[in-house]
């Protein structure tokens, strides 16, 4: 079971850019996801958030500019982020609360992405 972000790109100040994170393997349900960020020398900060029925949540310095949104059918969860700004440059990470077949059996973890880069510059 993995996650894998995709849709990271350069753009310049202004534009938008979608993300994308999408489950794969032998996966019964995910539940709660995330994305987060980190930037060069920073910790990792949280961006938002998404419950399996769409309640979300975001980090103040994104409002209004970013979305998350998911198809739980395709095990998929979309990052819309608009305006964007130097300072949204990062690698952006998804998470999510995974449950995993195995055997009869349902196992659940946090699984997280590899990460993709997205660079914000002019």
């Known amino acids: 079971v993995q996650l894998v972000e995709s849709g990271g790109d350069w753009v310049q100040p202004g534009k938008s850019l979608r993300l994308s994170c999408t489950g794969s393997?032998?996966?019964?349900?995910?539940?709660?996801m995330g994305w987060h960020r980190q930037a060069p020398g920073k910790v990792r900060e949280l961006v938002g958030t998404?419950?399996?029925?769409?309640?979300?949540d975001y980090a103040e310095l994104v409002k209004g500019r970013f979305t998350i949104s998911r198809d739980n059918a395709k095990n998929t969860m979309f990052l819309q982020m608009t305006d964007l700004k130097p300072e949204d440059t990062a690698v952006y990470y998804c998470?999510?609360?995974?449950?995993?077949?195995?055997?009869?059996?349902?196992?659940?973890?946090?699984?997280w992405g590899q990460g993709t880069q997205v660079t914000v510059s002019s």
């Open positions: 998470n999510g609360d995974v449950g995993a077949r195995t055997g009869y059996a349902i196992n659940w973890s946090d699984v």
């Open positions: 998404i419950s399996r029925y769409g309640n979300t």
């Open positions: 393997g032998n996966i019964y349900e995910i539940h709660d």
